[in-house]
């Protein structure tokens, strides 16, 4: 592919992208931590896998960007929540960052992100997601981290959308229905869950792109207004395109 056809792939990307989630970017994330209460357990590990899109409207899994947090100060370690993730933080060879650090690195990539597929800014999905938007907000406030790209509050479930696609909402089920293979032995490290829980995030959004391509033909001829009808706009009361392009 020469460089005018790909920049004309990555433009066509890039529209289809800011129309199908609102002008809104997914990026899953997963997170491993000392317990249960976002407010007083510890952040241990933090993963955020981009979802990307083809030309033709497709959703794939992009790039991880993973990093092991070194617990706050004061940070609750739950003996029962390291029995279960295997994660010994204070192990002499863990790579881990302070947390500042490993948001504000996972925040950059996804900021990139956001402007290369002309987004207003990105929407957590995750498997039972307010838990990991929970810690995430936490140790963003605690730590006084600067421009989150998420939205602060509204997030996507996977767990609700294989409950009603697969008719399953345990993970490692939900996945195996869905035709993947699960690796029991990897389960509970935060890359390995965060990429998993895209690749099904993407199996779900795809069967749905007919329902998608409806729902936004109905929206254009009720006139309604909306960032992804207008191609990712900011304002939202730009009227929307007649000539959109179909998703297939």
């Known amino acids: 592919m020469n460089e005018a056809a790909l ?5 066509a990307s890039a529209r289809l992208m800011a129309r199908r989630f609102r002008g809104f970017l ?7 931590t000392g317990g ?16 990307e899109m083809d030309p033709d409207g497709t959703l794939k899994r992009g790039p991880t960007h993973s990093y092991h947090v070194k617990p706050f ?11 279960i993730t295997g994660i010994d933080p204070h192990h002499p060879l863990r790579p881990a960052l302070p947390e500042r650090d490993a948001l504000q690195r996972i925040f950059r990539e996804i900021r990139h992100a ?21 810690f995430l907000n936490a140790a963003v406030t605690r730590a006084d981290v600067k421009r989150n790209p998420f939205h602060p509050f509204s ?9 009603a696609a697969l008719g399953q909402t345990v993970l490692a089920k939900a996945v195996t229905v869905a035709g993947l293979t699960w690796d029991a032995s990897s389960a509970h490290s935060a890359s390995y869950d965060a990429e998993l829980t895209a690749d099904l995030f993407c199996i ?6 007919d329902s998608f391509r409806e729902a936004e033909e109905r929206a254009c001829s009720l006139g309604w207004l909306t960032a992804a009808s207008a191609g990712g706009a900011n304002d939202e009361t730009e009227a929307p395109s007649p000539a959109l392009p179909p998703l297939a």
């Open 7 to 11: 920049m004309a792939s990555r433009i």
């Open 26 to 32: 997914p990026v899953v994330i997963d997170v491993e």
């Open 36 to 51: 249960f209460h976002a407010a007083t357990d510890a952040l241990l590990e933090v993963a955020a896998v981009i979802i």
């Open 73 to 83: 100060e004061g940070g609750r370690l739950d003996p029962a929540a390291l029995s």
């Open 114 to 134: 956001v402007r290369d597929y002309n987004c207003r800014r990105a929407i957590l999905v995750g498997h039972n997601a307010a838990f990991d938007l929970g």
């Open 155 to 163: 997030c996507f479930d996977t767990a609700t959308l294989a409950g």
């Open 204 to 209: 779900i959004s795809n069967r749905l792109r």
